[in-house]
């Protein structure tokens, strides 16, 4: 497409056949995709993406914890979904929640050495699975173009956040 299209296109109401058979494509790949990614992670580590996305999130913050709503904001939760998935979380020893010290109502979320050992573990299978379902499926160019193709979406569905500089992967 061009860098014109998206303005041609503004008239048209509705997609065509063309456009729906691109995104019936584009969604039902990416759920089977992330069903079997699911799937790898949960019998190779016995996580779930959500506790992935936890524990991954909190061995990059700084002192391996966060407060919950930046969390939440970070993983792209709302902060109740997050709160019952957090007190699955600790009940299995992966984190632990204390309260704020600098706000009564907050609470902090902290990793604990299980936590992080079960990160640890899951993350070369993890990473293997994304390898052999999603790289190797793909050329070099295609994979150029992929990043492409979810940074303009990403752009045009949150149009204030910073753009990244593309991405060279091969």
């Known amino acids: 497409m061009t860098k014109a299209t998206p303005d041609r296109r503004k008239g048209r109401q509705l997609p065509s056949a063309a456009e729906l058979r691109a ?3 584009y969604i039902e790949t990416a759920e089977a995709l992330r069903s079997q990614l699911a799937s ?3 019998t190779e580590s016995s996580l779930s993406p959500g ?5 991954l999130a909190l061995t990059e913050a700084q002192e391996r914890q966060m407060r919950s709503s930046e969390l939440a904001a970070h993983i792209g939760w709302e902060r109740s979904r997050l709160s ?3 007190g699955r979380m600790e009940r ?3 984190i632990r929640r204390q309260e704020c010290a600098t706000d009564r109502g907050g609470a902090e979320v902290l990793l604990t050495p299980a936590g992080a050992d ?4 899951s993350t070369v299978p993890h990473l293997r699975a994304i390898r052999e379902l999603f790289v190797d499926a793909l050329t070099p160019d295609q994979l150029v173009a992929a990043g492409e193709i979810a940074a303009a979406l990403r752009a045009h569905l949150d149009p204030h956040q910073t753009p990244q500089a593309p991405r060279n992967v091969r």
């Not at 079960?118 to 573990?121: D, E, K, P, V």
Request: proline share 0%.
């Open 23 to 25: 995104w019936r494509d």
């Open 40 to 42: 790898r992670l949960q």
């Open 51 to 55: 506790d992935y996305a936890v524990l």
């Open 84 to 86: 019952h998935h957090l």
């Open 92 to 94: 299995r020893g992966l």
């Open 118 to 121: 079960a990160f640890r573990r």
